[in-house]
């Protein structure tokens, strides 16, 4: 199982990034997909998942209505769009298969003036 994160960045309050998820090594349609965030000096926590057909999706409370995860099954990829960006965004951004407690690298992204 191999998780590519890649799409952080450093961007002002009120804009938006897009993070992409390339995975590779299993059966891509078949898994429910994550996203987590860990900001500097917390813990790591849930930020959206998707089931395999993009039929279910869950949001963390903080982030709903401005953050959209999505997939794509051709291209084995999972993507975060997050609009409206604040400050307490700022984080390490992983991707994570849940069934296969399968974690990728990170990418962080950090939301300042």
């Known amino acids: 199982v191999q998780l590519v994160e890649s799409g952080g960045g450093l961007v002002q309050p009120g804009g938006s990034l897009r993070l992409s998820c390339l995975a590779s090594?299993?059966?891509?349609?078949?898994?429910?997909m994550s996203w987590y965030r860990q900001p500097p000096g917390k813990e790591r926590d849930m930020v959206a998942v998707?089931?395999?057909?993009?039929?279910?999706?869950n949001y963390a409370d903080s982030v709903k209505g401005r953050f959209t995860i999505s997939r794509d099954n051709a291209k084995n990829i999972v993507y975060l769009q997050m609009n409206s960006l604040k400050p307490e965004d700022t984080a390490v951004y992983y991707c994570y298969v849940p069934s296969l407690l399968s974690w990728g690298q990170g990418t962080q992204v950090t939301v300042s003036s």
């Open positions: 090594g299993f059966t891509f349609s078949n898994y429910r």
């Open positions: 998707i089931s395999g057909t993009g039929g279910s999706i």
